[in-house]
């Protein structure tokens, strides 16, 4: 499995900006689906947002029109800017490299990293 390492997490007021970065450790992001989850405390890890190899995008409902997701193949890392964050979107936020869109979707993978908290308070 591709390893990734998440950052850009912190403390953000209610309709604050946060931008985080999936790193990669090889070249995969033109080649691997992408996908970013987040899990909030007592809820199950969701999908967020996920950029397909070949560009498509999907966005959960709950984020579309506030989250863009996006890729940077030289640099190996797809970032997920988050504009009008709100409470419900506190979670700690992990990205993962599938070779397929569905597994991705699917969230079938064996390691997780150790994520990226994101805390929307005033």
């Known amino acids: 499995q591709v390893q990734v390492v998440e950052s850009g997490g912190g403390l953000v007021q209610p309709g604050g900006t946060l931008t985080l970065s999936c790193a990669a450790s090889?070249?995969?992001?033109?080649?691997?689906?992408i996908g970013w989850f987040r899990q909030a405390p007592g809820k199950q890890r969701e999908l967020v947002a996920i950029f397909g190899a070949r560009g498509a995008i999907q966005y959960a409902d709950s984020v579309k029109g506030r989250f863009t997701i996006s890729r940077d193949s030289a640099k190996n890392t797809v970032y997920l800017q988050m504009n009008g964050l709100k409470p419900e979107d506190t979670a700690v936020y992990y990205c993962n490299a599938g070779a397929s869109w569905s597994d991705v979707v699917g969230g079938r993978f064996d390691k997780w990293g150790q994520g990226t908290q994101v805390t929307v308070s005033s």
């Open positions: 090889e070249n995969i992001v033109s080649r691997y689906s």
